[in-house]
């Protein structure tokens, strides 16, 4: 069974879905916190071994599942050469950042997180 660190995995998604956290950290890098979009799907599939969790079998069940392989479906779309500003503004992104939005919660309660 792959380990997967759903840390990762939330903190990953809650800053795909908020444009705050993009327009602060992404965009105008702080010193307070250092983080990326590049970083950010790196930590999401790579990182947290979600990818290859989810092509070895279910992980969050089947619909949340299947919303995950999308936002790694779009992000491959995404060109990630291009100035933070201007990936967040691309239609691909902000379906991802919806997506993220939308299944946050269920992740959190499903793996039982607590912040």
Known sequence: MIQINVRDIIVSLAEMASPLFQQ????????????????????????????????????????????????????????????????VADPDFRSCSQIAADILPFIMLKSGYEP
Do not use: H, M, N
């Open 24 to 87: 602060r950290v992404w965009i105008r890098p702080s010193t307070e916190w250092e983080s990326s979009y590049v970083e950010c799907i790196s930590r999401l599939f790579d990182d947290s071994g979600l990818q290859d969790a989810l092509r070895s079998g279910s992980v969050f069940g089947q619909e949340i599942d299947g919303l995950l392989r999308k936002i790694d479906e779009l992000t491959d779309a995404i060109d990630f050469r291009r100035p933070e500003e201007r990936i």
